[in-house]
């Protein structure tokens, strides 16, 4: 069992950046992609950014450019830094795992983003 912690998200005004962090509970050196997502109120949790372990990466369009995840396999962690944070990007954000065929969730990090 893996269990994901989420840290870093706050209130902050447009045009600022955050940078969110999960944390793993166990060695993420073997786990292949590992992903963020949001879900805002009212709405489906979308699918943010995934990043392998050979460090390829994916965005949703809707951040693309302003959001680089990055994985530290020393530290069992992976980032999103996010830039240029608009009020659309208010949502809470989660972090996802795959790991020996279950899917793992931690508690999500809530992102404000002010006009």
């Known amino acids: 069992q893996v269990q994901l912690v989420e840290s870093g998200g706050g209130l902050v005004q447009g045009g600022g950046s955050l940078r969110l962090s999960c944390a793993a509970s166990?060695?993420?050196?073997?786990?292949?992609?590992m992903r963020w997502y949001r879900q805002a109120p009212g709405k489906q949790r979308e699918l943010v950014a995934s990043?392998?372990?050979?460090?390829?990466?994916n965005y949703a369009d809707s951040v693309k450019g302003r959001c680089t995840i990055s994985r530290d396999n020393a530290k069992n962690t992976v980032y999103l830094q996010m830039n240029s944070l608009k009020p659309e990007d208010t949502a809470v954000y989660y972090c996802?795992?795959?790991?020996?065929?279950?899917?793992?969730w931690g508690q999500g990090t809530q992102v404000t983003v002010s006009s």
């Open positions: 166990e060695s993420i050196f073997s786990i292949n992609a």
């Open positions: 990043i392998t372990s050979g460090g390829s990466t």
């Open positions: 996802n795992v795959i790991f020996r065929g279950f899917i793992y």
